[in-house]
């Protein structure tokens, strides 16, 4: 008996390839690795990288997003439906970031990483993290972020800088409703282009056959954009080596086992276990599909979203491979997955509240309950307003610092903002864990609302 033979796939050639230059990327940048000289962005492997990957992704992110929502509200066509669409996409988003906060607060309290660094080291740890941002080659933004020293121990106001929520919710409102959207496209911000396609989705829905015309341009604008993702897609493997040997080889793979080693395996773990059980789980409950096969799916946008660790770098990768083999209707990956990109951050939040209740037991500041309330409510916010470049975590676990030490009053013992730079070293892993977690809970989104929004409306997917 002759049994056919399964062909493999354009798509599943490219993900075997992808797969590959992660491995050997890893290795090769490990081998490359000075412990006392780390790989900066100035070495081929990152310049390369970014060129062949990163920014040929940038290129088309925000233009493909625009159209992916403009034709997503254009098929939900209803104002009533759409507002079904965006509440239950909205009330997603919140519950599973605040899933990812309690499990991270649960991990970090309960197995105290902070508490597990050895006397003898944490000397010299909290010394090179403070040189790193406050040192003379420390990055300007950073060292502006956290501001000078301080002569006492209450913790300064950087000048210059706003790290609080209010700052950050400010800045987010200003983005949603922008002045000029050309500026906005050029820069990168999705939020207000978003909202710009929300109003000309309905506006094209409600002119019926005398904007026909124009939506059939778009969508083909669309469509085409896509086969760009596709062409781009084939140079990944190429970039994603270029860029795992930029990131391996700036931290080393003895990080691993290093005096951070406890908070990373908090970290990743946490994530892990959101990314494998919590997120799936979700997924089985409210569509009854296999949350696994679903995952394996959408592979080749988690591995590029690991490699560029920016899930805005991943959103055209998302996108396509949503449509394509995730099977996600239009609709649904056209709205949700832009969005997401933009405030829907499951391993950021996760990770804020990791990393800074982590540094507080590392300098040995006791936190009572409702100090982690306040830092599980600043992450979720904070994660909101981080954007979806590489290290934009660190610089929101900033925001719940302050919070923190506010919340501690005056008499309390304050965490000096350039805590932060003890984690600088291995940053770069653990973004591209949460990036990875980030983009994973966008396709989720995507395959849930896909039963709201599917292509057919008397079609359930």
């Not at 997924?283 to 988690?302: K, S």
């Not at 994660?383 to 934009?392: D, L, N």
């Amino acid at each position: 008996m002759e049994y056919p033979v399964r062909r493999m796939t354009k798509q599943g050639v490219a993900s075997i390839l992808i797969l590959v230059s992660l491995i050997v990327g890893a290795f090769v940048g490990d081998l490359l690795h000075v412990p006392d000289d780390p790989l900066t962005t100035a070495h081929w492997s990152f310049v390369f990288g970014t060129l062949v990957l990163v920014k040929p992704l940038l290129l088309v992110a925000v233009p493909l997003a625009f159209l992916a929502v403009v034709m997503g509200v254009y098929g939900v066509a209803s104002p009533s439906r759409l507002g079904l669409v965006g509440g239950a996409t909205i009330l997603y988003y919140l519950i599973t970031m605040v899933l990812a906060v309690s499990l991270g607060m649960v991990l970090v309290t309960t197995l105290e990483p902070g508490k597990s660094v050895p006397e003898a080291e944490r000397p010299a740890l909290l010394a090179a993290g403070e040189a790193r941002v406050r040192g003379p080659d420390a990055d300007p933004a950073m060292h502006l972020l956290v501001g000078p020293a301080a002569p006492s121990e209450e913790t300064p106001s950087p000048e210059g800088a706003e790290p609080g929520v209010g700052g950050t919710f400010m800045s987010m409102l200003d983005q949603v409703v922008p002045s000029n959207l050309a500026r906005e496209m050029s820069e990168g911000r999705t939020l207000g282009v978003i909202l710009f396609g929300v109003l000309l989705g309905l506006a094209l829905a409600a002119g019926g056959r005398t904007t026909r015309r124009a939506a059939e341009v778009l969508e083909a604008l669309y469509v085409a954009l896509l086969i760009v993702v596709r062409w781009i897609t084939w140079a990944a493997p190429v970039g994603v080596f270029l860029l795992m040997v930029y990131a391996v080889g700036s931290i080393g793979l003895e990080t691993l086992t290093g005096p951070l080693s406890r908070y990373l395996g908090v970290v990743v773990g946490g994530l892990a276990i959101h990314a494998l059980v919590v997120l799936p789980l979700v997924l089985v409950l409210l569509t009854r599909r296999n949350p696994y096969r679903f995952l394996w799916r959408m592979r080749r946008a988690l591995f590029v979203a690991f490699a560029t660790d920016s899930s805005a770098a991943a959103l055209p990768v998302t996108i396509e491979n949503a449509r394509t083999d995730g099977e996600c209707s239009r609709r649904a990956s056209g709205f949700v997955l832009p969005l997401g990109a933009t405030i829907n951050m499951d391993g950021t939040a996760l990770y804020e509240a990791v990393a800074v209740v982590f540094l507080f037991q590392l300098y040995g500041i006791d936190l009572e309950f409702s100090h982690l309330l306040v830092v599980a409510v600043t992450a979720t916010f904070a994660a909101i307003g981080a954007a979806g470049t590489p290290s934009a975590g660190l610089v929101m676990a900033v925001v719940v610092i302050a919070a923190v030490n506010t919340s501690l009053g005056a008499s309390g013992a304050k965490l000096d903002l350039a805590a932060v730079g003890v984690l600088i070293g291995v940053d770069r892993l653990v973004d591209m864990c949460r990036t990875t977690v980030n983009v994973w809970g966008d396709a989720v989104g995507a395959k849930i609302i896909s039963r709201l929004a599917p292509d057919v409306d008397d079609v359930a997917t």
